[in-house]
Structures are given as structure tokens and as C-alpha cells.
């Protein structure tokens, strides 16, 4: 099983303070993207410049049976780059609140649940573009400010392994992906899910502004109890794409959230926090 997890422009601080029109990198993705050969779909949190910027791109290099499953805000903030038949809005499947919320099938072996989360503030209690886009843009947004996050998504993403047929397929491995940190319980996934008896093998946890929300991330920890842990989204995204490099966040104490994961998890649960350029193959549980 694979997961790729790619900003690569990365537009310097100057460019984005001043408001300054942003411009995906192809130069740079062409360098380090990897094979995109095993590649199913593109999984969109949010639509901040961050995480949205560079995905038109990279979807031009794969086929047009791959989609993009975001919110809606992020589907109409890539109309004008993507056809809108690649284009998937899953506001009207989100779980919130710890209930409702529908599987969407990728294909019959990966399916996929989105749930309704928040973005952490970046100061005090303020997101910066955290409004949403009602209807499919006419043209590229320009700057930072342009790039609307919308809702916040956290996702379940399930790898099936077929049964006998006519029966349900058996989850092989589960994973919870979370974009941006957010305080428990906000973002959890419905009570019915967790009821049905498979376990979390992987959680995928931003560590950015991980301090500006109480009980992050031990109350989801607590909740999910994964096999492994994987903090992502810890780079600073204005210094220049390098695989042998990359700076922490400003303020980011990994030693403090590290205390807060080990306070809920055991000592031999592994929390793994990749460099660029890193990649994992985690197989399927025992």
C-alpha cells in the first residue's frame, strides 16, 4: 500500500505575504515527483494554496479515470484547470458530529469516508481564507488569500480484500488522514464506524499548529488507537523543495508532541515522521 503526499512549489514567504500571484512549479514537481503508476485517486483536505496549488498538475500526469475527491470548495476552485467530470464534491457525504456521513467507492478495493472536520487557527482564533466557494471558478485563484480552505476533510480510507461473492469485502487495512490539526472531538469518525470492529492500522496526523487547539492530538489517538502514527504536514512550504533538507515549522516542538502522543499511546506504537522524498510500504495486518 502507498501514499504520496506532495507540495512541491512551495512559493517563497515574500510571494504569498505580499499577495503576490502564486504559480504551481512544474520545474521543480517534474524533478521530484514520484511514480504515479499505482496512483487511485487524490485525496484533497482542504483548498489552501498548500494543499491544492500543485494538485492540477499532478492530475494532468495521470489518467482521466483517476478523480479528485475534495469538498466542494475545493472542486470548484479547480474547475478552471480539470474537467469537471474528474472533479468529486463530498460535502453531502461528510460524517459531522460523530454521525451519518457515506462510504464513496474508488474502486472494489478502496472506498473511502469523509469526515467534516475544522482547521486549526493560525493565530489566536483566526483561519486565514477559511471561507467557502459556492460556485466553480472562472479562472486559477491569484494569491494566498485567493485559495479558499472551505471545510476541513479528515478521511477513512479502507483497502478491501475481496470475499466469496455476495458477500461484504473484508478490510484489510484502515487509515485515518487528518489535514489539519483540530480540537477533539471535531473531526472524529461517526459512532457507526467505530462500532463495526476494525481496527486503525494507520493514522496520518498533521503535526502543524498542533498547540492551538486543546487535546490535539490525544483525544483522536485515544479514539482510534492505531497500529502506527505518521506526522505530516511539519515542513515549512515557503523554503525551497529539497529531499535532503527540509525545516520545521516555526514554534513546532516535536518533543512536546511526542509527550502528547506518548500520554495516550503505548511506548511500541511507532510514530514515524517522514522527510521529503521518504516513502513507507506498510503491509496489511497479521
Known amino acids: 500500500m502507498y501514499f504520496l503526499s506532495y507540495f512541491f512549489s512551495n512559493p517563497p514567504l515574500s510571494g504569498w505575504l505580499t499577495l503576490s500571484r502564486l504559480e504551481s512549479r512544474t520545474d521543480v514537481i517534474d524533478a521530484h515527483l514520484p511514480p504515479l503508476d499505482q496512483?487511485?485517486?487524490?485525496?484533497?483536505?482542504?483548498?489552501?494554496?498548500?494543499?491544492?496549488?500543485?494538485?492540477?498538475?499532478?492530475?494532468?500526469?495521470?489518467?482521466?479515470?483517476?478523480?479528485?475527491?475534495?469538498?466542494?470548495?475545493?472542486?470548484?476552485?479547480?474547475?478552471?484547470?480539470?474537467p469537471l467530470e474528474r472533479l468529486v464534491g463530498l460535502d453531502?457525504?461528510?460524517?459531522?458530529?460523530?454521525?451519518?456521513?457515506?462510504?464513496?467507492?474508488?474502486?472494489?478495493?478502496?472506498?473511502?469516508?469523509?469526515?467534516?472536520?475544522?482547521?486549526?487557527?493560525?493565530?489566536?482564533?483566526?483561519v486565514l481564507a477559511s471561507t467557502t466557494v459556492q460556485q466553480p471558478l472562472q479562472e486559477r485563484p491569484q494569491d494566498a488569500l485567493d485559495w479558499k480552505a472551505g471545510p476541513n476533510l479528515n478521511y477513512v480510507i479502507d483497502f478491501l480484500q475481496p470475499n466469496e461473492t455476495g458477500t461484504e469485502p473484508r478490510v484489510a487495512f484502515r487509515v485515518f488522514y487528518q489535514s489539519s490539526s483540530?480540537?477533539?472531538?471535531?473531526?472524529?469518525p461517526p459512532q457507526w464506524l467505530l462500532d463495526d470492529g476494525v481496527p486503525f492500522d494507520l493514522a496520518l496526523l498533521c503535526a502543524a499548529n498542533y498547540n492551538h487547539v486543546q487535546g490535539y492530538p490525544q483525544g483522536v489517538l485515544a479514539l482510534l488507537k492505531p497500529r502506527t502514527v505518521m506526522?505530516?504536514?511539519?515542513?515549512?512550504?515557503?523554503?525551497?523543495?529539497?529531499?535532503?533538507?527540509?525545516?520545521?515549522?516555526?514554534?513546532?516542538?516535536?518533543?512536546?508532541?511526542?509527550?502528547?502522543?506518548?500520554?495516550?499511546?503505548?511506548?511500541?506504537?511507532?510514530v514515524l515522521l517522514p522527510n521529503r522524498g521518504a516513502s513507507f510500504e506498510l503491509g496489511a495486518r497479521p
Do not use: C
Not at 462510504?103 to 472494489?108: A, E, F, K, L, R
Not at 473511502?112 to 489566536?124: K, M, N
Not at 533538507?245 to 511507532?270: H, K, M, T
Open 92 to 126: 453531502a457525504k461528510m460524517a459531522r458530529n460523530q454521525s451519518g456521513g457515506e462510504w464513496v467507492s474508488i474502486n472494489p478495493q478502496l472506498r473511502i469516508l469523509p469526515v467534516y472536520s475544522e482547521h486549526s487557527p493560525h493565530f489566536g482564533e483566526t
Open 182 to 188: 483540530s480540537g477533539s472531538p471535531v473531526g472524529f
Open 39 to 82: 496512483v487511485q485517486a487524490i485525496l484533497v483536505g482542504h483548498g489552501h494554496f498548500d494543499h491544492l496549488m500543485d494538485v492540477p498538475y499532478v492530475a494532468g500526469k495521470l489518467p482521466a479515470s483517476v478523480h479528485v475527491y475534495g469538498s466542494d470548495t475545493v472542486r470548484n476552485q479547480l474547475t478552471p484547470e480539470l
Open 231 to 270: 506526522l505530516i504536514h511539519w515542513e515549512q512550504f515557503w523554503e525551497e523543495y529539497r529531499t535532503d533538507r527540509a525545516s520545521p515549522l516555526p514554534g513546532l516542538d516535536f518533543a512536546e508532541l511526542e509527550q502528547r502522543i506518548r500520554s495516550v499511546l503505548d511506548a511500541d506504537v511507532p
